[in-house]
């Protein structure tokens, strides 16, 4: 029975990681293939991702949200194929560490850029949603 | 004989088993191919097809629907123009000195003033978000003052290439007296027109002439009149230009 509820948990973490790669790579491909963002009065997006927050280590942002949800999704397909419950101790500790980047991510957003970017937002909603999926599984885990 | 009935029984028992356990394990291997293979592939098209979405988001060169107004869409009085000031072909740049992604094209209008220089007008108006940045208005009187001493050009230059220098200081007054002292300008002169009613008129007509043809981002390309996409690269650039001197 807890195991049951733990793979539908871990379907969960599948989906949101799935989503929260695509959105993060959709942001680095822009920035390696697109347009130079303009900068404009009427997006947020231009802003935030043409600011020096978006860089870090030479690189942007975006790309460690790439890797990031990439690992989550493996680590969650890994799971349900071996069954293997250490993974799932990951997957409870490792959204942590991504809700604190995104905690750091919005912060600058609202509170020094003054704009906001909705891939970023969707980006931080899907993190924030793997940290509670990650609390649940925690739960049944009870380690 | 029984016995052996019942040894055989047995045997044939556990072969079945066997069968039905190696059945089960090539089940359960293709279903843990079946995964993997499905793991891998969704990945890949994840990835694929935002590139395409990225790649079609902004096709080459595609002129949009807007368009600069009749009177705004020629070269006007006081406007700066590179090139051939005659030519039919205008491209019209509406930029902000203290916008990184203007900056980002400037070496691109460098080039392709020195490569179209004989054949096409290239014309540089003033659009500073003063929203976003600080200094922009600034340093777009600045790049003003220096064209009343025959130098807008070079000062535009210095601004672009030093942008992010400049971009984060408090003030700027010291910083852009010290360029056009660089430039050989008569400095108190520079100051003083920096600071002028006439100056300052010119740039406020140059944003006035941006918002009018609503223009709400900088760099805004117009080619005779009509605005294109931004090019995402100097060889799409080039791709445009040589475009519409072929259609001339």
């Known amino acids: 029975m807890l195991l049951k509820r733990n793979n539908i948990i871990v379907i969960l973490v599948l989906i949101v990681s799935f989503l929260g790669f695509v959105d993060a790579t959709y942001l680095t491909v822009k920035d390696y293939l697109g347009q130079v963002p303009p900068c404009s009065i009427v997006e947020g997006c231009e802003q935030v991702l043409t600011s020096s927050y978006s860089k870090f280590l030479g690189l942007p942002v975006s790309m460690f949200g790439v890797f ?51 891939y970023c937002m969707f980006s931080a909603l899907s993190s924030t949603l793997l940290l509670f999926l990650g609390f649940m599984i925690r739960r049944n885990l009870k380690f | 004989m029984t016995e052996l009935n019942n040894k055989e029984l047995y045997e044939l028992k556990k072969e079945e088993k066997n069968k039905d356990k190696k059945v089960g394990d090539i089940k359960k291997a293709s279903k843990r191919l079946f995964w993997w293979l499905f793991v891998t592939v969704i990945i890949i098209a994840a990835v694929w097809s935002m590139v395409k979405v990225v790649a079609n988001n902004a096709p080459v060169g595609e ?64 659009f500073p978000l003063k929203q976003l940045h600080k200094h922009a208005e600034a340093a777009a ?51 003083k027109d920096a600071d002028s009613l006439e100056i300052r008129g010119k740039v406020e007509n140059n944003f006035l002439s941006g918002e009018r043809n609503k223009v709400n981002s900088t760099p ?16 799409e650039f080039k791709e445009v230009i040589n475009n519409a001197i072929k259609e001339e």
Not at chain 2, 142 to 155: L, S
Not at chain 2, 158 to 166: P, T
Not at chain 2, 220 to 234: D, E, I, V
């Open chain 2, 220 to 235: 805004s390309f117009f080619l005779n009149g009509t605005k294109l996409q931004n090019p995402r690269g100097y060889e």
């Open chain 2, 141 to 191: 009187r600045a790049a003003e003052a220096a064209g009343k001493q025959g130098k807008f050009w070079e000062m535009h230059d210095i601004l672009f290439e030093r942008q992010q220098m400049w971009s984060a200081k408090l003030t700027v007054k010291a910083t852009f007296s010290e360029y056009a002292k660089e430039l050989g300008l008569d400095v108190d002169k520079f100051e």
């Open chain 2, 63 to 126: 002129k949009g629907i807007q368009k600069l107004s009749v009177e705004d869409m020629k070269i006007l009085p006081g406007d700066w123009v590179k090139g051939d000031i005659n030519s039919n072909i205008v491209l019209i740049e509406y930029s902000d000195l203290q916008c990184p992604a203007c900056g980002a094209y400037y070496p691109f209008m460098k080039q392709l003033t020195t490569e179209f220089g004989d054949k096409i007008a290239f014309v540089y108006r003033h």
């Open chain 1, 68 to 118: 990031y949800y990439l690992l989550v999704f493996l680590l969650a397909a890994f799971y349900l194929d071996l069954k293997i419950e250490k993974i799932l101790k990951f997957l409870s500790i490792l959204p942590i560490v991504g809700f604190l980047a995104t905690l750091y991510f919005v912060y600058i957003q609202l509170f020094v850029l003054n704009y906001i970017c909705l």
